[in-house]
């Protein structure tokens, strides 16, 4: 009876595994949504080079705002981060780190918490987009380095943000 115990489980085991890994390999994509900004469309015509990002607007964009307390990406950034990803994409030795940043609001730790949420859906997307993860890194800064010290919300919102830093092109 032991033995059937044990086998039982095992099935059990091999079972819940394989229905993991079923629901690891289905990931519905959301349909692509038609970008709000003014940023120029991505580049879809030939491969990104390095001069590409000091010329093409898209690539100049380096900055992504968030809600008060939230990490999902708008999609007013869709545009933002299809040329990025295509930039990764077309460049593979290309390195980018992707910096997290919140608004004063909050403790410390849950500051920190939610930049590395709100990177780490940034480079979900680029991931999603066609990027390669292992050019990707994600840094939390938290409510550290602001770039605005006023004290309302027309300043917060300049600080819930995500930078993109390229550290190889």
């Known amino acids: 009876m032991n033995a059937t115990v044990r086998v039982s489980v095992v099935a059990l085991f091999c079972l819940a595994a394989a229905a993991c890994a079923k629901k690891q ?3 519905p994509t959301p349909p692509p949504e038609a970008p709000t900004t003014t940023t120029a469309p991505a580049n879809t015509e030939g491969a990104f080079t390095p001069a590409d990002l000091q010329t093409n607007a898209c690539l ?3 900055v992504v705002y968030f809600d008060f307390d939230k990490s999902d990406i708008k999609p007013e950034f869709d545009n933002i981060v299809a040329c990025h990803a295509k930039y990764l994409r077309d460049r593979p ?13 909050g403790t410390r730790e849950y500051n920190l918490g939610l930049g590395e949420r709100r990177g780490n859906a940034f480079a979900q997307a680029l991931e999603a987009a066609g990027a390669s993860s292992s050019q990707i890194k994600v840094v939390s800064y938290g409510e550290e380095r602001p770039v ?3 004290h309302a919300e ?5 600080n819930r943000r995500d930078n993109i830093v390229y550290t190889a092109e």
């Open 154 to 158: 027309s300043c917060w919102h300049l």
């Open 148 to 150: 605005c010290r006023e």
């Open 25 to 27: 390999e289905i990931k």
């Open 93 to 105: 030795m290309a390195r980018m780190t992707i910096e997290g940043n919140t608004d004063e609001r």
């Open 60 to 62: 100049r964009t380096r």
